[in-house]
C-alpha cells in the first residue's frame, strides 16, 4: 500500500513522543470496545443456541440483553472503535515511516473488516428485536397473514446470519490488529513480514489473540453485569440471579485461563522490547487481573454483586498497565525507527531553511563533549565510566550504532553504573559521535594525553583543564553545565543526591571548597566523583552557588 506514503508528514522527534502519547490513547479506548463486542457476540449467540436447547426464556432474554449492551449507541461504535483504529493506522504510519514494514496496511485491513462487524452486530441486533415483535403479532387474516410471515422469515434468516458474520468478522479483525502490533515490536521480522499470512501464521500472534479472547469475555462478563446489575434492580429475583450465575461463571473460566496466557505473551516477546517500563506495566497489569478473577470468584462463591464496582476499577487499571506495557515495547523496539524518521525531520528543515535563504547554525560536536561527555570519560583511562579506546573499536564500522546508544543508553558493563540519558537531539548524537570518533582515528586509537589532561584537537591547551573542560568563572554556570551531569538536587543518579550530603556542609563551607577541590570515595556503591581541574576559587564559586540553592529551596 505505497499510496499511505503520501499520508506521511515529516515529523520532529517532539512530535513523534506527542504521536505515542496518542497511540497509547487510542489503544486505551479501542482495546476494550473490541472485546465487549467479541464477548457480547459470542455470549448472545451461545445463551440463543442454549434457549432453543433448553427452551428456557432466560436465555434468550440474556441473549438480547448481552447485545444490546454492545450495541448501546451507534455513535459509541464510531467513537470507541472507528476513529480510534484509524487513529492508530495514522500514528503507525508516523512513527514507522522510515521502515520499510507496511504496518498501516495490516491495520486497515483490520479495520474494514471492524466495520463490516459492526455492521453485522447491529443487524444482528436489530433483526433479535424483530423477530420478537413479529412472534407477538396476532395473525388476523389470511392476507396480512402471509406478508407477515414474509418479512418474519427474511427477519429470521438475518438473524441467523448476522450473528455468525458479525462474530467471525471482528475476530478477524482483532486478529490481524494484534498480529500489527505485535509485529510492531519485533524489527527482526520486519524483512520477511512481506504479506498479511506473516501475521496470521504467527504463533506469537496466536497466543497474543487468545490472551486477547479471554480478556474480551472477562471485560464483557464484568461490564455486563454492572450495566445488567444497575437494570435489573426492579426484576424478579428469579431472573436476576439467573443473569449473574452465568455471566459470573463465563467471566471466572475466562479469567483463570487470562492470566497464564498473558504471562506466555510477555515470555515470547523480542528481547529488544523489554524495557524496565514494561516489565514494570506488565507486573501491574497481572495483578490487576488476578484480583479481578479473585473478585469474581468472591462473588458467584456469595451469589451477589456486591464487588462489582472494585471490578470495574481493577479492570481498568489492568487496561492502563496492559497499553503502557505494549507502548512502552513499542518504544523501546523502535529506537532506529524514531531516531531515523527524526533525522529526515531535521533534513526536511535544513533543505526548507537553504530554499529560504536562512542560515543554519552548525552543532559541534565538541561542544558537547566538553559540557557532556568530559565529566565521565577520558579516551586512555576509566573515570566515572570506561575509557573510549576501549569501546569505540566495536563501533569503528557501526557508527549509527553509537549514536542510538548516545541517544538511549542501556547498561553494558556491570562494573559501571549506567550512563544516563543526556538529552540529546539525533543530530546532536550523530556530532559527537563523528566528534570522538574522529579524536580516536586521528591518534591512531588512543587519543594524546599529557598526564591527567586531555588534548583536544581545535583548542587552546591554555583552555582546557584535567578532564578536558573549559574553566567556568560562574559557579551557577558550572553547576548547570557540569554538575548536573551526574547529580540532582533531590534524587540519587549517577552520584547521591545534594540533599543528602550538603546539610553536613552548611556551617563548613570550607570543607565543601577542598572536597570539590580534591574528590574523595566517600560511598562504594557509588563511582567516585572525577577532579575536575578546578583552582580553589572556582571550587569555592561551585560551593557558595551549591549551598545558596539548598538553603533558597530547601
Sequence with gaps: MEFL?????????????????????????????MGVLIGATYLSLNYNKKGKQSGNKFYFKLAKDIIDLATINKSVAFALGIVPMLSAAFCYAQL??????????????????????????????????LKDIFNSVKEESN?????????????????????????????????????????????????????????????????????????????????????????????ANEYKEFVKDNLLKTGLAAGVAAPILYVLVFLLSPEISLADTAFGAAFFALMSLLIVVSLTYLMLKEEGAKYINSAITFLVLFFIGFVVKEQSAFNAATVGPFYAAAKNYELHIEEMKTELGLGIIPISGEDIF??????????????????????????????????????????????YPPMPNQGLKPAEAEAITDYIINIYNENGGAAATSGDQTQIPGTDASEVVSIGKTVFVNGQDFFEKECLVCHRMDSEFVGPAYNDVLPKYVENVDSLVEWIYDPQRVNHELPIMP????????????????????????
Design 531 to 554: 577532579n575536575q581541574g578546578l583552582t580553589r576559587e572556582q571550587a569555592k564559586e561551585v560551593a557558595v552557588h551549591l549551598l545558596k540553592t539548598y538553603k533558597e529551596n530547601y
Design 143 to 235: 392476507e396480512i397473514s402471509g406478508e407477515l410471515n414474509q418479512y418474519k422469515n427474511v427477519s429470521q434468516s438475518l438473524f441467523n446470519s448476522a450473528g455468525n458474520w458479525a462474530l467471525y468478522l471482528i475476530l478477524f479483525a482483532a486478529y490481524v490488529f494484534f498480529g500489527a502490533t505485535t509485529l510492531a515490536i519485533d524489527p527482526s521480522r520486519w524483512e520477511s513480514a512481506s504479506s498479511i499470512f506473516s501475521i496470521i501464521f504467527s504463533f506469537s500472534t496466536l497466543m497474543k489473540f487468545l490472551f486477547f479472547v479471554s480478556i474480551a469475555l472477562v471485560t464483557t462478563t464484568v461490564v455486563g453485569l454492572f450495566y445488567l446489575n444497575e437494570e435489573l434492580k426492579e426484576t
Design 5 to 33: 506514503d503520501s499520508f506521511v508528514l515529516p515529523q520532529s522527534d517532539h512530535h513523534m513522543v506527542l504521536l505515542q502519547y496518542l497511540l497509547i490513547l487510542t489503544y486505551i479506548l479501542l482495546i476494550p470496545y
Design 370 to 415: 566538553n559540557g557532556r561527555c568530559a565529566a565521565c570519560h577520558k579516551f586512555d583511562q576509566r573515570l566515572v565510566g570506561p575509557s573510549y579506546n576501549s569501546v569505540l573499536p566495536k563501533y569503528a564500522d557501526n557508527r549509527d550504532g553509537l549514536v542510538q546508544f548516545i541517544l538511549n543508553p542501556v547498561k553494558v558493563d556491570p562494573n
Design 96 to 129: 514507522l515511516s522510515s521502515s520499510e514494514i507496511s504496518l498501516t496496511g495490516y491495520i486497515l485491513v483490520s479495520f474494514l473488516f471492524l466495520i463490516a462487524g459492526v455492521i453485522s452486530i447491529y443487524s444482528y441486533k436489530y433483526s433479535f428485536h
